[in-house]
């Protein structure tokens, strides 16, 4: 059954009461709640929150501005309904922690025609539940294949969903960002953002700043409607040499990971030298942060902004507070042996000890791993305390070989079946995780236990990604194609 939260300001109190008790009929009386008019501001567990939206909406205060920013933290699905003939608020109109509602699905809700916009509404709801994890109640209770989207790209290296949930953008090993209508899969836009693999992208929450890095090794912002390119962050790394067992060679210490905050307001970057650096938009701050040894690989900012977690190559996560830069703590990934002794590791895809990707679940309470030895891990983010080790993926040695040989790096291997990617559902009840084994797997976020394995990709997986209402799981490879799966 959904659990059912319904905001609102005092003037619109004569829609919030009917509603409520129409709901409690359909629902049952403990799956509605309603914050009293002079109520505070304290939300609690919901599977969807109805934002009733009157005539007075320009002033956005308390205490349902702060409910709204925190069910969009959680990942909440949020409905905005207007009432008393309103218009829905652009996002330039809305305070920045609410801009994201913006390009939500709004419904409207009449006198004239309350019976018929109240079933329409409640169809809505029924599309929801708070059985999770529910995955593809359509088609038997599995995860299936919605669409295939070749990019006509050589790889996918990394990939993100708009904040409406309608396009994907998709980072190319030949430099584009690509930028794709959910609908019909066809590429509504072209970003030639940079002239090397794109390494790392993101996207804040107003769906058009995008930040994309590179190999090059450049930190661009974009402009994701029109492809206009913003500014070019400074701070840009230099040549180094570097070498690993017998491999060696010359690479730019390029940037690996990138993360906007949840404001939008910085953007931080990992660095092949294992700093971190953090642009602050507004007034051109920068700082840099140090603390790993090696490169780092995965960003995530916790959902109220203040954390940043860092992966990185050595082996360790650390968690840092945004605004002093000091350590919170540092999680070690006690990783694995390789599978077969004497094979050579390529060290630019990662050791088998390398942390590769990093994210917050989205009560921020825990945090998930991805690393080069095959596992997914769950760390506790309040104390650092590990929960699971999940193990699943195929460490065989011929995928990882396959792998290599796509890249041109002959018989070099470089990871065993090593995980490149990890997400969670927007309610957090299931893992994602894409690996070198061609897979895309999903687990039980509290138990670990192994829910379905998702079959097609014909190279490793480099990202996996949700949609903000949790429908949809996208996937990236190095086959060039972004794969949507229906999860609900």
């Not at 905001?7 to 009461?17: C, F, K, L, R, T």
């Not at 996918?156 to 190319?172: H, I, K, Y």
């Not at 970003?191 to 929450?205: E, K, Q, T």
């Not at 060290?347 to 009560?363: E, I």
Request: charged fraction near 20%; aromatic fraction near 6%; hydrophobic fraction near 45%.
């Amino acid at each position: 059954m959904t659990d059912v939260y319904i905001s609102h300001w005092s003037g619109a109190s004569g829609y919030a009461y009917p509603l409520l008790d129409a709901f409690r009929e359909r629902l049952g009386d403990s799956h509605v709640q309603l914050r009293d008019d002079d109520g505070p501001a304290d939300l609690p567990h919901c599977d969807a929150m109805i934002v009733l939206v009157d005539r007075g909406w320009t002033a956005w205060a308390d205490p349902v501005r702060t409910e709204v920013a925190t069910a969009l933290r959680r990942g909440v699905r949020v409905i905005p309904v207007l009432v008393q003939g309103a218009t829905m608020p652009s996002a330039g109109d809305l305070p920045d922690e609410l801009a994201p509602l913006a390009g939500r699905n709004h419904e409207i809700l009449r006198e004239e025609a309350w019976t018929r916009d109240l079933d329409h509404l409640a169809e809505i709801l029924a599309g929801l539940t708070a059985d999770r994890p529910a995955i593809a109640a359509a088609n038997g209770g599995r995860v299936r294949l919605a669409r295939r989207i070749p990019t006509g790209g050589p790889a996918v290296t990394s990939l993100a969903f708009g904040p409406d949930g309608q396009t994907v953008l998709a980072g190319g090993f030949d430099g584009t960002v690509r930028v794709m209508r959910i609908n019909d899969g066809t590429v509504s836009r072209s970003i030639h953002a940079h002239s090397d693999r794109i390494s790392a992208l993101a996207i804040a929450r107003d769906g058009l700043t995008v930040a994309t890095a590179s190999t090059d090794p450049m930190v661009r912002i974009w402009n994701a409607g029109n492809g206009a390119a913003r500014r070019q962050l400074d701070g840009s790394p230099k040549w180094v040499a570097w070498a690993h067992r017998k491999f060696a060679g010359g690479v730019l210490e390029v940037v690996f990971a990138l993360a906007v905050s949840p404001a939008g307001d910085v953007i931080a970057s990992g660095q092949g030298d294992g700093a971190v650096r953090l642009w602050w938009l507004g007034n051109d701050e920068f700082r840099k942060r140090s603390g790993h040894h090696d490169r780092v690989t995965g960003l995530d900012f916790s959902p109220d902004g203040r954390l940043l977690a860092s992966a990185s190559w050595d082996g360790t996560v650390l968690i840092r507070s945004v605004g002093d830069g000091s350590t919170v703590l540092k999680l070690t990934d006690p990783g694995l042996p390789d599978p077969r002794p004497g094979i050579e590791v390529a060290h630019h895809l990662g050791p088998s000890w390398a942390v590769s990707a990093v994210r917050f679940s989205p009560d921020g309470r825990f945090l998930a791993t991805a690393s080069g030895n095959g596992f997914v891990r769950v760390w506790r983010a309040g104390d650092g305390a590990a929960v699971l080790a999940i193990e699943g993926h195929d460490r065989d040695v011929m995928s990882a070989l396959r792998l290599a040989r796509g890249l041109g790096l002959g018989e070099q291997v470089p990871m065993m079946g090593g995980v490149r990617a990890v997400g969670y559902s927007p309610d957090g009840s299931v893992l994602a995780s894409g690996a070198d084994d061609h897979t895309v797997r999903l687990w039980h976020s509290s138990t670990g236990a192994a829910l379905q394995v998702l079959t097609g990709h014909t190279a490793g997986v480099s990202s996996v990604a949700f949609s903000p209402d949790g429908r949809l799981l996208a996937s990236g490879a190095w086959d060039g194609d972004v794969r949507l799966w229906a999860v609900s």
